[in-house]
């Protein structure tokens, strides 16, 4: 072993050393001891373990050592004496990084309290020990005489003005009338760093030359307010510096003789040190503040807004884990008393009923971005199976503080509008994850904020009755974990895939991060190609993509066969057919020619023909642009015109209670995902039942209270289950109201109709110009491995929710009512965009393309999006034909037999869509049968565009010809219009 040692000439802080070596391994060393002078001896405070052949390693003390001299001995693995070409000491440094705030005005004042645990703090002078979290601050004797150093953020005040007046007041903790004689010094610095444990970490700070004496008088009343002198000459030196900026943290360091106590942060909030400050050409010298400019004042449960974090992507995940046993608490709802160290969390009984309050930091964030899933993680810490119904609220704040000791710390914060109810199902085992429903329109709520910036904490605030125990901050296991995935998310949901997939094999497995959960779908014979059908929150141009897979041969894709669709069902064109490796577990797919859409399908063919055994998938994809400039950037599910919704809920004797209370809930959040009583939002919201009979819960509505309270008053009728009655009631409700806004009924229901003809009821709704979806919840609509659908559904659960839609691809299958909880943004968003209401008006002038993008119709241009027209006429194209009172259908035959001919037919479907009928629609026939944009069209300029995006059948492709299907589809689909109907069918044979 060789050894150096290094003096320094004083005491000196060192939190690491950095080690440069030459990297040729017989000389490099793999154990450094360092080593420090106490007295006349030599203390060893760390062994470090060093690496070979490495040129500079780094090693962080986990508490920082001092002393004037210091000795490393370095030991070789070789035995030969090392070869150091550096060592570098490093020092703790307390410049925290800069913040800016921009500041209105020429003058205000500024008043910050102490908003953080570690922002006050004593040092014994003596022993350097420093303490933290005591419930009073001495001034400065409490068995040695002491340096009191408080931190005060977030000063708003720009460089160089004035500073006319400043001071500190206390709340008096203990009354005192001793002599005393006290310094006042400013930490000489622009952006200093909260206080830490290690010792001498306030004396060592940088002080201001100038200070000011303070011998404060008698403290007669414990509670009462006391000032310091003026301090604003040692502001005033702050402001000056050079890099100053407005946004920054003071610290105020207090030293002398004598004692004086005041309450500190974690005597309470309310009552912690409180920097006063006044400032400007404009201000007076008195406390009322100055005579123009702004006051800033924080003194309740907002904490200082913190310097917003640098993001670039529009998408991404956090996730927040409780960090400080102060972040998750526990107060009784009798007293108001909390528990701050609780080995554990009881929702919610636990001697008495309590209030959960979780602090989850730095939540990365944009503002106002989309919140597309969210949700909490805990691990239970006790088995229970008791009934237990939570409420979720948020606090309404943009920078919550932490919680504290003093009385209801939880219970007194602004809580959010919107809560989430959760059922909790039977903890059966310890240790487990468990999972909150979807909080996504919580956090949605938050990040909406005017003042919300990126790096904010959100507080999650957890009422109600029942006993879940869960592990707490302060236990053995992982404390809570807050889930939040925001943006234009590349990461896509799954609609659709095929085989049997377990609960411990989802499809979902691909897309969470995680490389050891993987899909693996069961149930077919051999050779099946698997395939998945995913969706993206909006059109994204794929270019490539990255796979992994376990790698063992058997089960890896040999071929991926990529293609792209307008909808879920089609019509879907090739993108590109890879070749995959064997036994490669990561593999990176380029496409030749990159294609753009919301739904993509990857089929996979593997090497042996048994399923494929995929863990992640990850796309590159960008989220296309809206082609106006202006088009509003609304939630999920809000649509910019009006829209109104009819709910038909199962009020029938197979529901239970908590079923009917999840269908309330369901419509609760559904109408705050939708914006209903928001402003500058046309939107509106009625509840039927239906049962042996049907009738109105709640009539259509404008008021989320309203809704609310209509709903709570009605209990389960029972009953049949005649879905017709239900159907016919939201018709009702929708007469002569409101004719020119879209009219929407979602039906939920847990099995079929078996009362009432439903048939009759649906196609006079659907005559009525009402758009019906379905959401079938429970066993009776669960997927069968053989005989899957397009959605997910059995062939006889499909038949029973087409019944109530007649139409596939307005049908929803879930598994229970939790679930149905879950899906609200998925099944708020889509009759939105359905009825081209989402980003524009559709007039006589205005549609919108396949993309959802406001555009002029034929023979119009210049779209304002402001007066959303398009005010001039295009005099390129002819006149408008007159009026046809004709409901027109196109079948055409995209088999691969018509490639030659492709682009004739194209020609001529284009010809017929031009056609002034008052419907128009198209059909793509191959094997199988689709309804082009899943809808009829009153003009044919979407059409047009979605024809002319279909790529003919490409060499290799097989594609048959099924013109019956095509017949029959064209048949049931025009068999419901009224009127004249014409049939054109454009194919090769």
């Keep these: 072993s060789t050894q150096s040692t290094w003096g320094f000439g004083q005491t000196t802080t060192v939190q690491g050393i950095k080690v440069g070596a030459m990297a040729d391994n017989s000389h ?64 703790p440094s307390f410049e925290c990084p800069a913040r800016q705030r921009s500041v209105s005005g020429t003058g205000g004042v500024v008043k910050v309290k102490v908003s953080e645990s570690y922002d006050d703090a004593e040092e014994c002078v003596n022993s350097g020990d420093v303490s933290r979290t005591s419930s009073d601050l001495e001034l400065t004797n409490d068995g040695c005489d002491q340096i009191v150093g408080i931190r005060f953020q977030d000063i708003r005040i720009p460089r160089s003005q004035q500073i006319s007046q400043s001071y500190i007041e206390f709340e008096v903790d203990e009354t005192g009338s001793g002599s005393i004689n006290l310094d006042i010094q400013v930490q000489a610095t622009s952006s200093p760093c909260t206080f830490s444990d290690n010792d001498n970490s306030i004396s060592s700070r940088p002080k201001s030359s100038a200070k000011i004496n303070w011998k404060p008088s008698a403290w007669s009343n414990k509670g009462s307010k006391q000032q310091t002198p003026d301090i604003s000459r040692l502001i005033q030196s702050l402001v000056d510096r050079a890099d100053w900026q407005p946004g920054n943290s003071i610290v105020v360091l207090i030293s002398g003789t004598g004692r004086r106590t005041a309450a500190s942060f974690d005597d309470g909030r309310r009552n912690a040190p409180e920097l006063y400050i006044a400032w400007g050409t404009g201000t007076s010298g008195g406390t009322s503040g100055g005579t123009s400019g702004s006051t800033s004042t924080n003194n309740g449960f907002e904490c200082p807004i913190p310097n917003p974090a640098t993001i670039t992507q529009s998408y991404g995940v956090v996730t927040s884990k409780i960090a400080d046993g102060l972040d998750d608490v526990e107060e009784c709802e009798n007293d108001g008393s909390v528990d701050t160290d609780s080995s554990d969390l009881e929702m919610t009984e636990d001697g008495c009923t309590q209030i959960i ?13 989309n919140i597309l899933e969210s949700y909490i993680r805990f691990i239970t810490d006790e088995k229970d199976k008791d009934t237990t119904t939570l409420d979720i609220h948020v606090q309404a704040s943009a920078s919550p503080c932490g919680f504290e000791s003093e009385k209801y710390t939880v219970s007194s914060r602004p809580k959010s509008s919107s809560k989430i109810t959760w059922r909790v199902g039977a903890w059966d085992k310890k240790k487990a994850d468990v999972y909150t429903p979807d909080l996504s329109i919580l956090i949605q709520e938050v990040v909406n904020r005017a003042d919300w910036v990126p790096g904010s904490s959100i507080v999650v605030i957890i009422s109600g009755k029942g006993k879940r125990v869960a592990s707490s901050y302060e ?21 659709h895939a095929t085989g049997k997939a377990s609960s411990s094999y989802l499809p979902s497995n691909m897309f969470d991060g995680n490389s050891k959960t993987t899909w693996n779908p069961t149930g077919k014979a051999r050779h099946y190609v698997h395939s998945v059908v995913l969706m993206f929150a909006q059109s994204s141009r794929v270019s490539a993509f990255r796979m992994s897979i376990v790698g063992d041969n058997t089960h890896d894709p040999k071929e991926i066969t990529v293609f792209a669709a307008p ?32 739904y993509w399908k990857l089929a996979f063919t593997t090497f042996s023909g048994y399923q494929p055994w995929i863990t992640m998938l990850e796309f590159t994809a960008t ?82 209270s309203d809704l609310s309270d209509e709903l709570a ?89 087409e019944e109530i839609t007649a139409d596939p691809t307005r049908t929803f299958a879930l598994s229970n009512f939790q679930d149905l909880l879950s899906k609200v943004a998925l099944i708020s968003s889509i009759p939105c965009k359905e009825t081209c209401q989402d980003t524009c008006f559709a007039t006589n002038k205005v549609t919108c393309n396949p993309d959802g993008d ?109 013109l019956d299907l095509g017949l029959k589809f064209a048949r049931m689909r025009m068999g419901i219009m009224g009127g004249s109907k014409t049939l054109y069918f454009i194919s090769d044979g």
């Design 28 to 91: 490099d060393p793999v154990r450094i001891e360092v080593f420090q002078q106490d007295g006349n001896r030599w203390k060893k405070s760390y062994t470090l373990n060093g690496e070979k052949k490495k040129l500079l390693q780094e090693w962080t003390f986990s508490k920082d050592i001092e002393a004037r001299d210091f000795r490393l001995r370095f030991t070789t693995s070789s035995g030969w004496a090392p070869y150091i070409s550096t060592v570098e000491f490093l020092q």
């Design 475 to 495: 236990s053995n296991e992982e404390p809570a974990t807050l889930h939040v995935r925001w943006g234009d998310d590349p990461v896509p949901s799954v609609v």
């Design 713 to 801: 008053k009605w209990k389960l009728p029972k009953g049949w289950t005649n879905i017709g009655l239900g159907i016919d009631c939201t018709r009702n409700n929708f007469l002569n109201d409101r004719p020119n806004s879209p009219k929407v009924t979602i039906v939920i229901t847990d099995g079929e109709n078996n009362k009432g003809l439903l048939s009759k009821a649906r196609d006079t709704a659907r005559q009525a110009g009402i758009i019906i979806f379905a959401v079938g919840v429970g066993d009776t609509f669960q997927t069968s491995p053989s005989t899957q659908t397009s959605n997910g559904l059995t062939s006889s659960g499909h038949a029973k929710l």
């Design 854 to 962: 406001c555009v002029c119709m034929d023979g119009w241009k210049d779209y304002d999006d402001k007066t959303k027209t398009c005010p001039n006429q295009n005099i390129t194209t002819t006149a408008p034909q007159p009026k046809c009172d004709s409901t027109v259908m196109i079948v055409l035959d995209d088999s691969c037999s018509t490639a030659a001919q492709w682009q004739g037919m194209v020609a001529v479907t284009k010809r017929l869509l031009r056609i002034n009928a008052k419907k128009l629609a198209v059909v793509l026939v191959d094997t199988t049968a689709s309804l082009m944009l899943n809808s009829f069209k009153t003009n044919g300029t979407e059409l047009i565009a979605a024809v002319e995006a279909i790529a003919p059948c490409q060499p290799g492709e097989v594609r048959g010809s099924n």
């Design 357 to 369: 309050g979780l602090r989850f930091k730095a939540i990365d964030i944009p503002q106002g971005k």
């Design 623 to 704: 989220a296309t642009a809206r082609s106006s400039s202006n088009v509003q950037n609304l939630p999920a599910g809000q649509c910019a015109a009006p829209i109104d919704y009819m709910f038909a809920i199962d009020g029938s004797g197979s529901m239970s209670t908590t079923d009917w209370a999840d269908q309330k809930q369901f419509i609760n959040v559904f109408a705050t995902q939708v914006g209903l009583g928001q402003p500058n939002r046309e939107v509106r919201i009625g509840v039927c039942y239906f049962g042996t009979d049907a009738k109105t819960i709640s009539p259509l509505s404008n008021s989320p």
């Design 567 to 598: 909808s879920s069902i089609g019509p879907f064109r090739l993108v590109d057919t890879l070749t995959g490796q064997s036994r490669q577990k990561v593999q990176d797919f380029t496409f030749a020619n990159p294609d753009t859409a919301i």
